[in-house]
């Protein structure tokens, strides 16, 4: 049913394309987020692992018919790990994917770079009834050092993310939620303020 739906997308939206700016805006696919649990420590030893557990509902919300319908694609989600370093002027983290075995439990990974940054893409897998997309992967520390992981389009449901971690990394003339790397080539500076994307840990 869904790839009929994104077929009459298609249709619909060529067919808009030769409208005036004024017509209604095409009916959307609303798709849930990942609610992502991952092991509840601040800190952890080289001989440990992290586990991170995604689940995602396998309907998104129609609103042509107004209704949820069954979301039969593969269900993706994007994770960084990033390590702290000494602040500079305009940056206090680097790629810390190396740093990592990642082991895999439930679904498919990949991993990709993306200009200096590295991504781990988890594919999930159905659930036996149908209603939840999940994967589990850990995360083997193979170095020392303060870091965190970053789910794109995630609501991290720990209910302690250690945000104090980041606090020793403070970037001059920014707050101490902010942190900056380099992407493809110029400087990136994200607030984290609020956000629940974001997971924070040691590593002694």
Not at 57 to 82: C, G, P, T, V
Request: proline content about 2%.
């Amino acid at each position: 049913m869904f790839k009929n739906i994104l077929k009459l997308l298609a249709s619909t939206t060529l067919l808009m394309a030769f409208q005036c700016n004024n017509e209604e805006p095409l009916p959307t696919l609303k798709i849930n987020k990942y609610r992502v649990n991952i092991t509840g420590q601040s800190s952890f030893s080289i001989s440990d692992t992290i586990w991170i557990e995604g689940t995602v509902s396998s309907k998104a919300y129609y609103e042509e018919i107004n209704d949820s319908i069954f979301f039969d694609a593969h269900q993706e989600n994007r994770l960084k790990i990033m390590k702290f370093i000494q602040p500079t002027q305009n940056v206090n983290c680097i790629d810390a994917r190396d740093n990592f075995q990642i082991i895999r439990n439930v679904g498919v990974i990949n991993v990709d770079s993306f200009c200096e940054t590295k991504r781990i893409i988890t594919y999930a897998e159905i659930s036996e009834d149908s209603l939840f997309y999940n994967y589990k992967i850990g995360l083997k520390p193979l170095t020392q050092g303060d870091f965190f992981i970053y789910c794109h389009e995630s609501i991290i449901h720990n209910e302690n993310r250690n945000e104090f971690i980041m606090e020793h990394y403070r970037i001059d003339e920014f707050s101490n939620q902010t942190i900056g790397f380099i992407q493809c080539g110029s400087t990136a500076w994200i607030d984290t303020t609020n956000s629940e994307s974001y997971f924070y840990f040691k590593v002694e």
